[in-house]
């Protein structure tokens, strides 16, 4: 398993899980300093930097590039792609299928996170689900043009009400044949909906593409009560080999929730 940390552009993300938020070239050399593999892009939009400018400062520091968050286009534009709005959802897609594009050429998967939206007023459960599955077809096919996947997160309850569990998001994806998505793990997300986060990785196997390393309260592990123990042995037997990445609340500052974060992967690793 390798080492991520989360690199933030996204000036509504103030709040958010993002543990770097300098201009680009300063956050990549302190995540190289620090000892990380590779940094997770958060960014505006696709066109805010050029692929060449990441491509160049991720090679300078010998970091690669772990994923690309999409959620900009939600917190910037209020899109998801299950909005009852036709319009609204095929920007949501355009939005997204150009961070695919993006990300691809570095390697690297896009995630879906909050830009899946929710079901509610005159749009039924049924209907968002039909809208999400149609969508993540689409998505699956321009990632897979750039041999990466894509990546589909499960969020708690408060953020969502469409898939909140690991095991409802697999077999989603797998009722309707949904390829070239793998799950987004996220620690966080799982300590709130999961009776059990490791028997959770058990059942979903090698559906999962990506694990976001965040404690109970959304900080560096070791700060909070999640049993690791257990979900690292739960990686380990599924046999991922993918990131552990940080996107945690930069507390009490960015650079200790970043060493923490080190620390406790490589007490497992080691």
Known sequence: MKTAVTLSQVAEAAAGPFVFRQPLPEAFAIAAEIGFDAVE???????????????????QHGLSIAAVGTGA?????????????????????DFILALVDFGGQLGAPAILGSMQGKWGGEVSREQ???WL????HTIGQAAAKHAVPF??????????????????????????GIENVLLLADLFHMNIEEANPSTALYHA???VGHVHWADSNRQAIGFGHTDTTSIVGALREIGYT?????????????????????????????
């Open 73 to 93: 286009g939600m917190l910037r534009h209020g899109l998801s792609l299950t909005d009852p709005s036709a319009g609204k959802r095929q920007a949501a897609l």
């Open 151 to 176: 990546l589909y997160e499960p969020l708690n309850r408060y953020e969502t009400n469409l898939i909140n569990r690991i095991g409802q998001g697999a077999d989603f994806l797998i009722s309707n």
């Open 242 to 270: 993918g990131y552990l990445s940080a996107e945690i609340l930069p507390l009490p500052d960015p650079e200790t929730a970043a060493r923490q974060t080190l620390t406790s992967i490589r007490s497992f690793l080691s």
């Open 128 to 130: 968002a689900l039909d």
């Open 41 to 59: 892009l958060f960014l505006p939009s696709a066109d805010f930097v050029s692929v060449e400018e990441i491509r160049t400062v991720a090679e």
């Open 205 to 207: 196997q090698s559906h």
């Open 133 to 136: 599955a149609e969508s993540l």
